[in-house]
């Protein structure tokens, strides 16, 4: 018999060089309280995962969570609220936070999390995290 998931989603986007155990922790741990699949956007350059990516790969499938992984050179706000929005089984988007994604976006004013079509949950890395 195989073990068919729900149509929900999680989307978890993360950042090379900025990837807290937390984070992917709250990710897994929220698929489970779901009972739903994750979806893994990376910006990393290269095409070697970041350990932690790797190790999480292996956790999610130990413990049966169904999962896709895309590694990107380039990740933008405005590119993770269109994914999801566009995909209408995510259900909530996790990040490490609202900081630091301004860096590498052209409109360093423009807000596009507020065009967001489900939850946003962030778990803030480093001393000063909320």
């Known amino acids: 018999m195989i073990h068919s998931r729900s149509e929900r989603k999680v989307l978890l986007a993360i950042r090379a060089g900025r990837i807290d155990p937390r984070l992917l922790v709250s990710a897994r741990s929220l698929c489970q309280r779901m009972d739903a699949s994750l979806d893994i956007l990376v910006l990393a350059g290269g095409?070697?995962?970041?350990?932690?990516?790797?190790?999480?790969?292996?956790?999610?499938?130990?413990?049966?969570?169904?999962?896709?992984l895309a590694q990107k050179s380039i990740l933008r706000r405005r590119d993770i609220v269109e994914y999801a929005n566009t995909h209408e089984c995510i259900s909530t988007v996790v990040i490490d936070s609202l900081e630091g994604w301004e860096s590498v976006a052209e409109d360093k004013t423009s807000n596009p999390w507020r065009k967001l079509a489900c939850p946003l949950v962030t778990a803030a890395t480093g001393a000063n995290g909320r």
């Open 47 to 68: 095409d070697e995962l970041p350990a932690e990516v790797a190790d999480l790969i292996k956790a999610l499938r130990k413990e049966g969570v169904t999962y896709t």
